[in-house]
């Protein structure tokens, strides 16, 4: 192994379950990427790159409608593997995802076909992919059952309160637009609403911020 | 292999991948249940009875609200595997399902350790418990798209057109109370749009039954 890889043995989960030979596999394949916020690195079916593993940085994946709406579905940090751009890989997964670099971020990328060699020859890393899609389901559960039962407004606290937690501050540089596209609503009703909970001292707006002036509050609302 | 198993194998998907070992295993542990319309398989976290396959009928996994409101999230038909009434063996499955009989069924139940066991021997079986989880992930994918952006007449749609296909007929015995806890809504809000379809002809509704008197423009409503 390089020096180079220590970053991606550091980061990459399965790396202490890994036979000799597996991680010798991997060594030879896998390929470091560094990208700009706002990279597109996965659009729906149209590619099939193979699996990220973030070293640093931030990635969002997301689903749109077909007018062009998008909601969040999954935010990827450090130590984090996108498995569903890799999606060619298993044929049961027919919904088209977009990866995008949130933030200057650093990823490791292993090719499709390598990761699908070693789920067919390896029980961990098989097991582990279950493991990751069984985290992802999870995910999209618990979005469920916000759309479905719990109100705008505590879906907003929610969406306040853990990019606050993300970002580490309290005064978030975001448009109404872009929080709009996280949750899958419209721009207006993201702005009538911040206006309510501005209105009620939860948070101050100023043009392209969002300060959260009550977090508190805002984490009970998010609570409930 | 007795006798008796040979209808597990005629519909356990992965029977004809699995060595004889892993054969031998299964016959030994395996259990049929006849359970009749309404039985509760699996409630939540409380129980983790191991994985159903189901021979025949028809079961359906739902969650439920705080408030006790539900919304089916899976049916599972003849050959279809419940992989998460066994959810314990994937620790990162974090969401309570429950399911329920929705017709007299009969199925096989594979106890959680043991399939547990195989997913660690068998590549086999952990990539197939991977691909079930991306199947099971792709639908949930699907309802968030239409929980997210479509409107309510044309999730109700959608829910009649398969329900007609599921039945085999076009005149479904199904209260207004039922259709809500399917999708998740309010009875009052499911009885508006009935009576709206109804006067648009494409239902036709009776004390305990919707008919559904325009299949054709039913379905067209449905993939829109």
New interface residues.
Partial sequence: MTGDLTGFAAVFPLWDRLSDADRDTLSRVVTRLEVSAGTVLHNGSADCVGLFVVESGQLRAF?R???G?E?T?WRLLEGDVCLLSASCM??????DITVEAEHDSALWVIPTSDYRSL?????AV??Y??????????D??????Q???KGFDVRLASFLVEEASLEGTTTLSITHERIAAHM?SAREVVTRMLRYFQDEGLVELSRGHVRLADPVRLRVLASR
Avoid: C, P, Y
């Fill in positions: 689903i409608s077909e007018e709406k909601v579905t298993l044929h049961d997964i027919q919904f789920m067919d020859s390896s029980t098989a097991n992919t279950s493991q990751l899609m069984a985290s992802r389901l999870t999209a559960m618990w979005l469920i059952e759309v479905m039962w899958g």
